[in-house]
């Protein structure tokens, strides 16, 4: 069973960076695809962006409509990682930030624990 880790979370100012990091215990070819969900305090988890990960996909993304132009989404097939950068940060992307190994059109049932990102105004 594939276990998904993220790193990368913490605290920054807003207009700030950070990059998460998404690593599989195994493939990522495993899954269809690989997204970043997120859970802010008393809002329902969304999905922030997904990137296709089988072993003949091109990669392609999409993201939710509140980062695009501010989140990248990339994976590392050697390291079985997927990335998130996260550019211009503002207050509203304090979330959760949850990995998630599934497919295209939705979330599939390997998570990883979460990692806390808060953005000060």
């Known amino acids: 069973q594939v276990q998904l880790v993220e790193s990368g979370g913490g605290l920054v100012q807003a207009g700030g960076s950070l990059r998460l990091s998404c690593a599989a215990s195994g493939s990522i070819f495993s899954f269809n695809a690989m997204g970043w969900y997120r859970r802010a305090p008393g809002k329902q988890r969304e999905l922030v962006a997904i990137?296709?990960?089988?072993?003949?996909?091109?990669?392609?993304?999409k993201y939710a409509d509140s980062v695009k132009g501010r989140f990248t989404i990339s994976r590392d097939n050697a390291k079985n990682t997927v990335y998130l950068q996260m550019n211009s940060l503002k207050p509203e992307d304090t979330a959760v930030y949850y990995c998630?190994?599934?497919?295209?059109?939705?979330?599939?049932?390997?998570w990883g624990q979460g990692t806390q990102v808060t953005v000060s105004s």
């Open positions: 998630n190994g599934g497919g295209w059109y939705g979330p599939g049932d390997y």
């Open positions: 990137i296709t990960s089988g072993i003949t996909s091109g990669g392609s993304t």
